[in-house]
């Protein structure tokens, strides 16, 4: 879930596709990033918990009580992260 929670905040940083960049000859191609504040990484956050606890309560809705359970102990690692 971590990995799942770190790679969701890259992406909120990313600049959008069609954001003109200057390229940089010599440079890496990396693209320019967003600064990120904390209020937007716990939007992040809670966009990524709220999802992992919907799907839990699908999987709990059909009976499938393990994935359920394993889905909400992700949702309770993205807890840590909000307090």
Same mark, same amino acid.
Request: hydrophobic share 40%; charged share 35%; aromatic share 2%.
């Given at each position: 879930? #971590?990995? *799942?929670?770190?790679?969701? #905040? ?8 069609? *954001?003109?960049?200057? @390229? %940089? #000859?010599?440079?890496?191609? +990396? %693209? @320019? ?6 209020? +937007? ?23 499938? =009580? ?8 992700? =949702?309770? #690692? =993205? ?5």
């Amino acid at each position: 879930m #971590i990995r *799942t929670l770190i790679a969701a #905040i890259e992406n909120a940083a990313a600049i959008e596709a069609d *954001t003109p960049v200057d @390229p %940089q #000859i010599g440079l890496n191609h +990396d %693209q @320019p990033r967003r600064d990120l504040t904390e209020s +937007d990484v716990s939007r992040v956050l809670e966009r990524e918990r709220a999802e992992v606890t919907e799907a839990a309560a699908s999987y709990r809705g059909l009976g499938l =009580a393990d994935e359920a359970a394993e889905l909400e102990r992700r =949702a309770d #690692i =993205a807890d840590r992260y909000l307090r």
